[in-house]
């Protein structure tokens, strides 16, 4: 952002693959998995929801409410001033229900729960209920873009109001659906591998993963900062490894800063022989002697995995360490971590930068 | 310094009209697109009639300037006939359409596309022609697919808050343009109809089988419409560039939420109430300076009790003309907001106010009551269009002349 206003983020809550809702831990237990589906690893939710509501609730719409409960007790807040969400393709195993239901009933007979359930801004409009949230609602599900897209409206909200608390949330599922439906466009792997070689294979197609995280982002930083989010960018379908290079050089000019400012850069990379090529290009080039970090071998890919990094690059800040598992080739890690740059894709159509600093 | 946005274009495609021209027409001699179903295949054709586009995916195809068979869902189609149209409205460069942002608001995305074809899509063994559908139940697939189409690369972003998807859509490209992230923004939506779609709210037991009566005593539901519009904003700087005359300005806008239920409106109308209110203020306009509301006005006893009640605590005694085009379209969902944005454009450019239609017996709840007869030669400076959604989103923006 050019504007004067700052973004810090005051809590944080993450429900991934990994042990990553605890959040005293930092990767200190890690999950293999050796099906390419990863799957979230999941709190008890009895301690962040109430069990009448429980019960009604979808595995998705639990893992999400759940972690926007940890991301309000983290900040400690209770009335954030609106929620913000992000998809890729929501709820999509009460859409399958739904749309299952529908065809082999042909269309006769049946009841709404997996409809309003399927709903992509169900978690949005749920957790405003849950938390009596009146003010600024709203979900974007553009593929690889949406947590960009809801992280920039919050940036814009802050430039106005600078004290609010905004709510920015993301949540993809491992669906069945969708793993089968993309075998065709070879989005997931043909073979199984365990997840943690994903970037040692040669083949195309990648890993499914799955996460629900929030962030409280305010334009005021406190006690209980974890880090400050500077800028967020998104390409669309750059045509060339330069044109890629160039918006990141942009990007950088536009928030004062340059490659040599920047202690590790979090790797988009997913694993997929063909469509990683653009970012293997850059990571092999411009981004060369800048140490990295890798992480869709432990959360896998989905539309909106950047929140993955988003949560990675804040713990690095404020934990001032480097987990062992998600460092690229091995470095040491730098006595202090200030900057740390995200660059990602999505299908290699969506390509994000996030820039994130200590406070 | 935030920027003023100016609306200078649009495009639109309902079930009363492939473009503006045919739109204006039908409101005017109050058509509506109220009948039994024969483009989608239901067995609900008869018992649940709608407001269908009595046009094929092949001829949507034509008149979008694309070819068929290459994986454009119907709600692609639609989406792109309105927002080219928009394109050419505003007369925009190719420069101008790369570096502008495309916002676009859907419920489904190709949703209609993946249940025709879901048994084989689930089969990886099987090959053919419904393998352009692969990705169809992505809901962010048509938003890029439609910037493909014209050439946006700037900025895309796909907005799904149910039935106010793309009010939402209108205010953040303005958003974006206030904080000059963009110069232009082509924001709407799109919506096919889907026996998803009506069956879920079939489900919900909020259709009407009968043409719907909004704000009538004796309402007893929607019905189901499909159709896109996408409105192009441009910012104060943009225009004075280019020497353009706007058609209008984006005054103010609000979002808010209900925070009631999932699927129902707060009876006193809180969020409705709060986001006119939003909107008001950010125009810095009073209450007496708005000249017509296009409501919400689904026609479900719940939206248009709640609905009223939220005009009824913010106008007072003096409640301005407002009425639902509703019957004219049906609800077109994620499309509803642009859609009525647009009739709202249409009523400042003619001086009209488009009348409630079916609207016979008063709601004994309400004091007051919609426009039941076409009104003409209006001095109209200020409008609010409303549009709600399930999850408790109430979206509302003011439009005024320029």
Redesign the interface.
Known sequence: M??KAQYFIQGIGMISPQKTFDNQMFLDEITTYDQNVLTAVVPDFKAYINPIQLRRLSRMLRIGLASATICLRDAGIEHPDG?ITAT???F?DE?EK???E??EM???Q???TH??QG????L???E??MI????????????G??FE?AL??AM??L?EHSAAHYLVGSYDEAAA??F??????NHFKAEPIVNLNLFNTATKGTIQGEGAAFFDLTGTRSENTWCELRDVA?V??PETKDALAASLSDFLKTNNTSLEEVDVWLNGITGDAVRDVLLKALEHSDLKSVPQARYKHLCGDY?TATSFALWLGASMLKKQSIPEVVKGPAFETPKEIKTVLSVSHYMN?NYTFMLMQRV | MSQRVFITGFGIITSIGKNTTENLASLLHRRCGFGELNVLDTIHSRTLPACEIKLFNQELCELAGVPHGKGYTRTSLLGLIALKEAIQSASLSPADVREAGLLSGTTTGGIREFERHFYELMDPQQKGDFAQFADTANPGEHGERMADAVGIKKYIATLSTACSSSANSIMQGAQLIKHGKLDRAICGGTEALSRFTINGFNSLMIVDPNHCRPFDNTRKGLNLGEGAAFLVLESERAVIEKRKTPLAELRGYGNANDAFHQTASSPEGTGAYNAMNLALTMANLAPNQIDYINAHGTATENNDLSEGFGIQTLFGGAVPLFSSTKPYTGHTLAAAGSIEAVYCLLGLQHRTVWPNINFHEQMPELSVSPVRELKQEMDLKNVLSNSFGFGGNTSSILIGLA
């Open positions: 050019t504007g929620i890729g393709y929501g999509l859409t739904f749309l299952r529908m065809l042909k269309e006769k049946l009841t709404p409809f309003m709903t992509y801004n169900a949005a409009g749920l405003a209920v009596k949230c009146m003010g600024y609602n709203n979900t974007y599900v553009s593929k873009f949406a897209n920039q409206d814009l909200h430039e659906v969708q089968i439906a993309s075998i065709r466009e998104m669309y379908r539309c159509r």
